[in-house]
């Protein structure tokens, strides 16, 4: 059973890149995000943050990469903030989109790093104001 286990997931992390797109996939990849060992974590976080904006505007990757931000790797986790906010138009386009707005989220409700978060975002109030998931990411900001 071990050996066949191991074939299976194996298999699994080869194909990663396509499971986080997947509506039943999204859910092995959590599994081993969140239950895997480090280096299978490492595979499948890499495959996440290989598009890491466009799978933040993914239907079904988006989730990942929710729960992605709620793991313990800060170094990880760092380095998916930077990218996620490292351009303006990116911030927008994330917010305007009917999935990347919940990353954007997820990036303000955690603690850490919520106050660069808000640095990014106060500036485009304004331009947050013209879109519905803009305006909930606003009233969110404004209870932080």
């Not at 299976?8 to 194909?15: A, H, T, Y």
């Not at 997947?22 to 495959?47: N, W």
């Not at 790797?73 to 903030?81: F, H, I, K, T």
Request: proline content about 2%; hydrophobic content about 45%; glycine content about 6%.
């Amino acid at each position: 059973a071990g050996a066949s286990a191991r074939a299976v997931l194996s298999e699994v992390l080869q194909v990663a890149g396509g499971l986080v797109h997947d509506e039943f996939g999204k859910f092995v990849i959590e599994e081993i995000m969140q239950h895997g060992l480090p280096e299978h974590r490492r595979l499948v976080l890499g495959a996440l943050s290989d598009h890491l904006v466009q799978n933040a505007r993914h239907q079904h990757a988006s989730f990942l990469v929710q729960r992605a931000l709620r793991l313990d790797d800060e170094a990880w986790v760092s380095g998916m903030v930077d990218v996620l906010l490292r351009h303006r138009e990116t911030v927008l386009s994330l917010v305007r989109n009917q999935y990347g707005w919940y990353v954007v989220k997820e990036l303000l409700q955690n603690k850490m790093h919520a106050p660069k978060v808000r640095a990014v975002l106060l500036p485009l109030a304004g331009e947050l104001q013209c879109s519905k998931q803009g305006k909930k990411l606003l009233a969110n900001l404004l209870l932080v």
